[in-house]
């Protein structure tokens, strides 16, 4: 059973930061991709950043230069540091994995994260 287990998130103001973690027990994470989604209220499922599982992280125009995901191997975890948040970035944080041949996408539960003006 693949499972992902999110943690972090939030209340916070304009222009203060939150640390977002994805933890991925019991697989051979650091063959794994990560990928995480944001939805905001009313709004579609967006795309965010792609942690992948060697080289450098990919992010989404919104968010280059503000947020940072890195992974932690050791403790088959990802993480999303985000900073400078704004108002807009408010919105319900998922991560995801695609697992298997042919592949299928696993989401974590979602975590919170708003941000105040």
């Known amino acids: 059973q693949v499972q992902l287990v999110q943690s972090g998130g939030g209340l916070v103001h304009r222009g203060g930061s939150l640390r977002l973690s994805c933890a991925f027990p019991?697989?051979?994470?650091?063959?794994?991709?990560l990928v995480w989604f944001r939805q905001a209220p009313g709004k579609q499922r967006e795309w965010v950043a792609t942690i992948p599982s060697g080289g450098s992280t990919v992010y989404a125009d919104s968010v280059k230069g503000r947020f940072t995901g890195s992974r932690d191997n050791a403790k088959n975890t990802v993480y999303l540091q985000m900073n400078s948040l704004k108002p807009e970035d408010t919105a319900v944080y998922y991560c995801a994995v695609i697992v298997g041949n042919p592949g299928r996408r696993y989401w974590g539960q979602g975590t919170q994260v708003t941000v105040s003006s």
């Open positions: 019991g697989r051979t994470f650091s063959t794994y991709a």
